[in-house]
């Protein structure tokens, strides 16, 4: 495989040119495109510094992009590059790149990974102030999502967001209720928090 023998003589930029090549290749196979994609994924950690890991998240999102039979993949990156443009102090970048995404139109994802997805999106444009784009991804995630089983840590969070928007509208009883949520949960769920009762489920 020219790909893993690049990467295992550390030839990091031919890997990546042979990432666009074979995934961009007129009749190449999705399985193969999709085992391409998904091995890069997997050896980012493994690269030999940030600069190429973040070259690398870059290629990948190019070589998925528009491929709907890789919308995981293409999701996942980009939260990957994102949260690095974050922790570089370009969160206007960052924030951004995660709107450009319509993550609720991904058939391919499960429930939990679009939550989580739209759950970044709101934290990122909650930090710049912006209530109202808050507001409007909000709604992309339905109450009927919020109440399944497994999901109690983005309900915190989720509801926790909600806060921030209810205070900054100064509708009080939305955020008393939310509130009232965000208790509920953390009651019935003891493995949400910590050994010193602060809950870990979010990082605003």
């Known amino acids: 495989m020219q790909l893993k023998l ?20 007129r009749g190449q196979a999705k ?18 510094s940030r600069d190429e890991r973040y070259k690398m ?7 998925s992009d528009g491929k709907m039979f890789l919308e995981r993949e ?52 909650l930090g710049r102030k912006d209530f109202v784009r808050c507001q409007i991804m909000s709604r992309k995630i339905s109450k009927k999502h919020m109440n399944e ?11 926790r967001f909600m806060v921030l928007y209810y205070v900054h509208e100064r509708m009080t009883m939305d955020a008393a209720k939310a509130f009232q949520i965000i208790y509920d949960t953390l009651n019935a769920n003891a493995d949400l928090l910590d050994p010193s009762g602060s809950d870990r489920a979010i990082a605003f």
Do not use: H
């Open 6 to 25: 690049a990467f295992d003589n550390r030839e990091m930029a031919r890997v990546r040119e042979f990432l666009l090549v074979l995934t961009k290749r």
């Open 149 to 159: 089983k497994g999901l109690e840590r983005q309900r915190v969070q989720y509801f």
């Open 31 to 48: 399985k193969a495109i999709i085992d391409m994609v998904q091995w890069a994924q997997s050896v980012i950690d493994n690269l030999p």
């Open 57 to 63: 998240i870059e290629t990948l999102r190019e070589a």
């Open 74 to 125: 293409y999701a996942q990156v980009t939260m990957w590059q994102a949260e690095m443009m974050e922790s570089d102090g370009r969160t206007e970048d960052a924030t951004k790149l995660v709107q450009e995404i319509q993550i609720e139109t991904y058939g391919s994802l499960k429930t939990e990974e679009k939550v989580d997805f739209i759950l970044y999106q709101m934290k990122m444009v």
